[in-house]
Protein backbone atom coordinates (compact mmCIF):
# COMPACT_ATOMS: atom_id res chain seq x y z
CA UNK A 1 0.00 0.00 0.00
CA UNK A 2 1.15 3.50 -1.06
CA UNK A 3 1.33 5.42 1.92
CA UNK A 4 3.81 8.00 4.36
CA UNK A 5 4.62 6.92 7.85
CA UNK A 6 5.63 8.95 10.64
CA UNK A 7 6.92 8.21 14.31
CA UNK A 8 5.81 8.77 16.66
CA UNK A 9 2.73 9.40 16.67
CA UNK A 10 2.67 11.38 20.18
CA UNK A 11 5.32 12.57 21.84
CA UNK A 12 5.58 14.53 24.72
CA UNK A 13 8.63 15.31 26.01
CA UNK A 14 10.67 18.15 27.87
CA UNK A 15 11.90 21.49 27.19
CA UNK A 16 15.86 21.02 25.51
CA UNK A 17 15.83 17.65 25.21
CA UNK A 18 16.97 17.16 21.37
CA UNK A 19 14.49 14.44 19.63
CA UNK A 20 13.50 13.26 15.97
CA UNK A 21 10.42 12.48 14.38
CA UNK A 22 10.90 10.22 11.24
CA UNK A 23 9.08 9.92 8.00
CA UNK A 24 9.36 7.75 5.27
CA UNK A 25 7.30 6.71 1.63
CA UNK A 26 7.50 3.78 -0.61
CA UNK A 27 6.27 5.83 -3.28
CA UNK A 28 9.84 6.56 -4.30
CA UNK A 29 8.48 10.07 -4.55
CA UNK A 30 11.30 13.20 -5.16
CA UNK A 31 9.58 15.69 -3.17
CA UNK A 32 9.26 15.43 0.70
CA UNK A 33 7.59 18.54 3.16
CA UNK A 34 7.25 19.10 6.68
CA UNK A 35 4.39 21.29 8.30
CA UNK A 36 2.87 22.01 11.62
CA UNK A 37 -0.42 22.38 12.15
CA UNK A 38 -1.44 25.11 14.65
CA UNK A 39 -5.37 26.23 15.66
CA UNK A 40 -6.52 29.14 13.41
CA UNK A 41 -3.40 29.05 11.33
CA UNK A 42 -3.51 25.80 9.02
CA UNK A 43 -0.69 24.27 7.51
CA UNK A 44 2.70 25.82 7.72
CA UNK A 45 5.79 24.67 5.86
CA UNK A 46 8.57 24.10 7.65
CA UNK A 47 11.47 22.33 5.37
CA UNK A 48 11.25 20.81 2.33
CA UNK A 49 13.15 18.75 0.00
CA UNK A 50 13.24 18.43 -3.65
CA UNK A 51 15.53 15.07 -3.44
CA UNK A 52 18.28 12.97 -1.88
CA UNK A 53 20.48 16.33 0.33
CA UNK A 54 18.49 18.91 -1.66
CA UNK A 55 16.90 20.72 1.38
CA UNK A 56 15.84 23.92 1.81
CA UNK A 57 13.63 25.96 4.23
CA UNK A 58 9.98 26.43 3.95
CA UNK A 59 7.97 29.31 5.60
CA UNK A 60 8.49 28.66 9.70
CA UNK A 61 12.09 26.93 10.06
CA UNK A 62 13.52 28.09 12.99
CA UNK A 63 14.08 25.64 15.69
CA UNK A 64 13.76 22.82 12.99
CA UNK A 65 16.72 20.66 10.91
CA UNK A 66 16.24 17.81 8.62
CA UNK A 67 18.02 15.93 6.78
CA UNK A 68 17.44 13.86 3.64
CA UNK A 69 20.37 11.21 3.17
CA UNK A 70 18.21 8.70 1.17
CA UNK A 71 14.78 9.03 -0.93
CA UNK A 72 12.19 7.16 1.09
CA UNK A 73 13.35 9.24 4.51
CA UNK A 74 13.19 12.68 5.65
CA UNK A 75 13.28 13.12 9.29
CA UNK A 76 12.56 16.43 11.26
CA UNK A 77 15.01 17.19 13.74
CA UNK A 78 14.38 19.52 17.25
CA UNK A 79 17.88 20.19 18.53
CA UNK A 80 16.61 22.08 21.69
CA UNK A 81 12.52 21.78 21.75
CA UNK A 82 10.68 24.48 23.04
CA UNK A 83 7.07 25.04 24.28
CA UNK A 84 6.11 27.03 21.32
CA UNK A 85 7.08 24.21 19.30
CA UNK A 86 4.34 22.22 20.98
CA UNK A 87 1.99 21.38 18.09
CA UNK A 88 0.78 18.66 15.29
CA UNK A 89 3.19 17.66 12.58
CA UNK A 90 2.58 16.31 9.26
CA UNK A 91 4.87 15.02 6.86
CA UNK A 92 4.21 14.67 2.90
CA UNK A 93 5.51 13.83 -0.73
CA UNK A 94 5.10 14.30 -4.10
CA UNK A 95 6.11 12.39 -6.94
CA UNK A 96 8.31 15.04 -8.13
CA UNK A 97 9.03 18.99 -7.55
CA UNK A 98 6.29 19.90 -9.91
CA UNK A 99 3.91 17.51 -8.85
CA UNK A 100 1.09 19.68 -6.43
CA UNK A 101 -0.71 16.51 -5.30
CA UNK A 102 0.81 15.61 -1.92
CA UNK A 103 -0.01 12.90 0.14
CA UNK A 104 -0.11 13.53 3.95
CA UNK A 105 1.00 11.01 6.84
CA UNK A 106 -0.80 11.00 9.62
CA UNK A 107 0.44 13.27 12.25
CA UNK A 108 2.84 13.10 15.06
CA UNK A 109 1.40 15.22 17.76
CA UNK A 110 4.49 16.69 19.98
CA UNK A 111 3.87 18.14 23.06
CA UNK A 112 6.89 20.06 25.10
CA UNK A 113 6.44 21.02 28.46
CA UNK B 1 3.18 36.45 3.46
CA UNK B 2 0.31 35.22 1.12
CA UNK B 3 -2.96 33.98 3.68
CA UNK B 4 -5.81 32.59 1.99
CA UNK B 5 -8.92 32.94 4.10
CA UNK B 6 -11.30 30.13 4.67
CA UNK B 7 -14.91 30.28 5.47
CA UNK B 8 -17.20 29.28 7.45
CA UNK B 9 -14.13 28.40 10.26
CA UNK B 10 -17.11 25.86 11.32
CA UNK B 11 -20.52 24.31 10.31
CA UNK B 12 -22.83 22.49 12.16
CA UNK B 13 -25.43 20.44 9.78
CA UNK B 14 -28.34 18.36 9.12
CA UNK B 15 -27.54 14.49 7.17
CA UNK B 16 -28.75 15.68 4.01
CA UNK B 17 -28.52 19.10 4.13
CA UNK B 18 -26.04 20.56 1.24
CA UNK B 19 -22.84 22.27 2.55
CA UNK B 20 -20.42 25.20 0.80
CA UNK B 21 -17.32 26.79 2.02
CA UNK B 22 -14.57 29.25 0.21
CA UNK B 23 -11.50 30.20 -0.29
CA UNK B 24 -10.09 33.36 -0.88
CA UNK B 25 -7.40 35.62 -1.40
CA UNK B 26 -5.77 38.49 -2.19
CA UNK B 27 -3.69 37.77 -4.68
CA UNK B 28 -3.82 35.31 -7.87
CA UNK B 29 -3.62 31.79 -7.59
CA UNK B 30 -2.18 29.33 -10.07
CA UNK B 31 -3.86 25.92 -8.87
CA UNK B 32 -6.53 25.41 -6.41
CA UNK B 33 -6.53 21.94 -4.25
CA UNK B 34 -8.95 20.61 -1.44
CA UNK B 35 -8.39 18.29 1.06
CA UNK B 36 -10.25 16.69 3.74
CA UNK B 37 -8.49 15.89 7.45
CA UNK B 38 -10.41 13.07 9.56
CA UNK B 39 -10.01 13.51 13.19
CA UNK B 40 -6.39 11.92 14.14
CA UNK B 41 -5.47 11.52 10.32
CA UNK B 42 -3.27 13.53 7.44
CA UNK B 43 -5.13 15.50 4.96
CA UNK B 44 -6.30 13.28 1.95
CA UNK B 45 -6.76 15.38 -1.46
CA UNK B 46 -10.14 15.66 -2.48
CA UNK B 47 -10.39 17.72 -5.83
CA UNK B 48 -7.72 19.90 -7.69
CA UNK B 49 -8.31 22.46 -9.73
CA UNK B 50 -5.72 24.04 -12.76
CA UNK B 51 -7.44 26.68 -14.43
CA UNK B 52 -9.35 29.52 -13.87
CA UNK B 53 -13.56 28.98 -13.98
CA UNK B 54 -12.60 25.48 -13.55
CA UNK B 55 -15.59 23.15 -12.08
CA UNK B 56 -14.70 19.10 -11.12
CA UNK B 57 -16.71 16.52 -8.98
CA UNK B 58 -15.47 14.05 -7.16
CA UNK B 59 -18.90 12.13 -6.26
CA UNK B 60 -20.96 14.67 -3.86
CA UNK B 61 -18.09 16.92 -3.95
CA UNK B 62 -17.96 19.87 -6.58
CA UNK B 63 -15.55 22.46 -6.58
CA UNK B 64 -14.59 25.29 -8.85
CA UNK B 65 -11.55 27.48 -9.24
CA UNK B 66 -12.70 31.26 -9.60
CA UNK B 67 -13.25 33.50 -12.56
CA UNK B 68 -10.73 35.89 -10.72
CA UNK B 69 -8.02 33.45 -9.97
CA UNK B 70 -8.39 34.62 -6.51
CA UNK B 71 -10.86 32.29 -5.07
CA UNK B 72 -12.28 28.95 -5.18
CA UNK B 73 -15.28 27.11 -4.13
CA UNK B 74 -16.14 23.64 -2.34
CA UNK B 75 -19.31 22.03 -1.97
CA UNK B 76 -21.51 19.06 -0.62
CA UNK B 77 -24.32 18.01 -1.44
CA UNK B 78 -26.83 15.38 0.69
CA UNK B 79 -24.05 15.32 3.42
CA UNK B 80 -23.74 12.19 5.52
CA UNK B 81 -22.10 11.34 8.84
CA UNK B 82 -18.62 10.25 6.79
CA UNK B 83 -18.27 14.00 5.78
CA UNK B 84 -17.08 14.82 9.37
CA UNK B 85 -13.93 16.39 8.90
CA UNK B 86 -11.92 19.87 8.55
CA UNK B 87 -11.51 21.03 5.09
CA UNK B 88 -8.93 22.41 4.11
CA UNK B 89 -8.49 24.92 1.01
CA UNK B 90 -4.51 24.84 -0.48
CA UNK B 91 -3.28 27.16 -3.32
CA UNK B 92 -0.03 27.70 -5.34
CA UNK B 93 0.41 31.11 -5.63
CA UNK B 94 1.05 32.89 -8.98
CA UNK B 95 4.36 34.02 -9.41
CA UNK B 96 6.10 31.34 -8.48
CA UNK B 97 9.90 30.74 -7.45
CA UNK B 98 11.76 27.47 -5.79
CA UNK B 99 9.63 24.31 -5.37
CA UNK B 100 7.21 24.86 -7.81
CA UNK B 101 4.74 22.41 -5.66
CA UNK B 102 4.84 25.13 -2.98
CA UNK B 103 1.71 25.27 -1.35
CA UNK B 104 -0.24 27.81 0.47
CA UNK B 105 -3.23 26.31 2.96
CA UNK B 106 -6.06 27.65 4.63
CA UNK B 107 -7.13 27.70 7.84
CA UNK B 108 -10.29 25.08 7.52
CA UNK B 109 -13.67 24.79 7.49
CA UNK B 110 -14.49 22.40 10.75
CA UNK B 111 -17.67 20.28 9.22
CA UNK B 112 -19.78 18.52 11.91
CA UNK B 113 -23.12 16.46 10.62
CA UNK B 114 -25.58 15.29 12.58
CA UNK B 115 -27.52 12.49 12.00
Known amino acids: EAQVTQNPRYLITVTGKKLTVTCSQN?????MSWYRQDPGLGLRQIYY???????DKGDVPEGYKVSRKEKRNFPLILESPSPNQTSLYFC????????????FGPGTRLTVT | GQQLNQSPQSMFIQEGEDVSMNCTSS?????WLWYKQDPGEGPVLLIA?????ELTSNGRLTAQFGITRKDSFLNISASIPSDVGIYFC???????????????FGTGTLLAVQP
Open chain 1, 49 to 55: SMNVEVT
Open chain 2, 90 to 104: AGQPYPYGGATNKLI
Open chain 2, 27 to 31: SIFNT
Open chain 1, 27 to 31: MNHEY
Open chain 2, 49 to 53: LYKAG
Open chain 1, 92 to 103: ASSLSRTALKQY
